[in-house]
Structures are given as C-alpha cells and as structure tokens.
C-alpha cells in the first residue's frame, strides 16, 4: 500500500512544471509567462518633430525564450523581441526584456528601466506607483503632474473587442497616465490586458504642444509621439 501511494506521488511531482503555476483566481493570468509563449501585434507609430509627421507601420513578436529561478526563489522570464516591416519580411532582432512577479508585483525591465505594469489580484480601482522601481526625471512622464507616476486599473472585466476583429470577454485596463492641459500638450498612456492572453493593446499619445505667442492656446503640435499596439496573434504553450 505504501509503495502505491509513493508510487503516485512520484507521478504527481514528475508532472508538475518547473514554472510557476498561474492560479486564475490571483489575476496572474491577465499577464501569462510560459517558455514558449508569443505575441504579435501590428504597430502604427507617429513621431512628430517641428510640427513634421513620420509614421511607420511594422509587427512586433514578443517570445518569452527562457525561465530562470532567481535569488529570491522567484523566476524571471526573458522576452525576446522582434520586428518586421511586412508580412513577407523577416524578423529581425530587437533585443530582450524582462519579466518578473515579485510579491503581488508583476515587474517588467524594459531596456534597463523597470515598471511595474500589475498588482495581484488586480480589481477596478486598485493604484499602485508604476515607477517605484526606477528613478526616471519628472517619474518619466512628459508633464509632471500629481500623481502623475500612479498606474490605475479601470474597466474590470470588460468585453473589449479590437480592431483586428479579435473579442475578449475579459479585460482590465491600466492607465498609467491621464494628463490634458490644452495649453502646454498631452501625456496620455494606457495598457489593456485579458485573461489568460497578457497583454492587447498599448497606446501613447505624448503631444507638447507650440507655446510661441503666435500659436499659443491652439494646441498646435511641436513635437511629440502617438503609438498604437494591438495584438494579431496569440500562442500559448
């Protein structure tokens, strides 16, 4: 009897990952790492220089490529990224980021600059500093506003269906920054994550606009960049 009953725990333990398992009911599963895991997203990006408008168009891969376990008994998770100009092009490499679930924080390094882009459970509502973990001038925002590095979840559980004419019954929205003054410009940036997908949908639309006497109040734009990044596909391991 006890030899059978060590014989099924031995299986139990062999089928169990070397990865942390994702509980739903914490809300890991609105950001999903998994070796193996990939995303692609169409991107429209606007840079805006002098009042002179560029926009390019290009598809964004993000492949977590590797789980290590940290010093803190925790994994971190590389994501490799990658761009092509069409369809047909090949995927050229962009470098990688980082992913990290520390406490109830998931935390991101994005090129050496590190974000923390969730709390768990998340719930409508819930704040949290964004930038705690690095030391950005002005909490890297355009215009350094109150609270203008507290990250805030809206839309709870909302059917959001995007321009891909992919739907997704639920999803939480992060805003991260929400700030309009019709004098000086924008600095609006916002993330949408479903369950059991990660991440949607990204935008920022960061706008300063021209001061000068001749066009003050206009809201002409000087400089400034709008980017739009919407999920394509989506494979999970």
């Keep these: 009897m006890r ?3 060590l014989f099924i725990l031995l299986i139990a333990l062999g089928a169990c990952s070397t990865e942390d398992p994702v509980n739903p009911d914490t809300g890991l599963n609105y950001f999903p790492l998994k070796t193996g895991n990939s995303w692609v997203y169409q991107i429209e ?22 789980s290590i376990k940290n010093q803190s008994g925790n994994y971190t998770y590389t994501l490799h990224r990658e ?8 995927w050229q490499s962009l470098g990688t980021w980082s992913a990290v679930k520390l406490n109830n924080q998931m935390t991101q390094n994005e ?16 704040k949290w500093n964004g930038n705690q973990y690095n030391n950005l001038p002005d909490n890297g925002n355009l215009f350094n506003g109150k609270d203008s590095e507290t990250y805030q979840v809206t839309d709870f559980d909302k059917l959001i269906m995007l321009e891909t ?6 999803t939480l929205t992060v805003v991260q ?5 019709a004098i000086v410009g924008r600095d609006e940036r916002s993330e949408i994550y479903a369950r059991d997908t990660g991440l949607i949908y990204k935008e920022i639309v960061q706008l300063e ?3 000068t006497p001749s066009c003050l109040g206009q809201q002409k ?16 391991q």
């Excluded at 990006?45 to 490529?65: G, H, M, P, S």
């Excluded at 761009?83 to 090949?90: A, H, M």
């Excluded at 920054?177 to 003054?181: C, P, Y």
């Design 209 to 211: 606009y021209c001061t």
């Design 165 to 170: 004419g992919i739907s997704y019954p639920e």
């Design 83 to 90: 761009k092509r100009t069409s369809d047909s092009s090949p």
């Design 45 to 66: 990006e606007i840079t805006i220089n002098q009042a002179i408008e560029n926009k390019v168009n290009y598809d964004l891969r993000v492949t977590v490529t590797d």
């Design 3 to 5: 030899r059978g009953l």
């Design 177 to 181: 920054n929400n700030f309009t003054d």
């Design 221 to 236: 734009v000087d400089k400034g960049v709008i980017y739009r990044q919407t999920l394509k596909a989506y494979a999970s």
């Design 111 to 126: 090129t050496n600059t590190i974000f923390v882009k969730l709390i768990f459970p998340p719930s409508s509502g819930i």
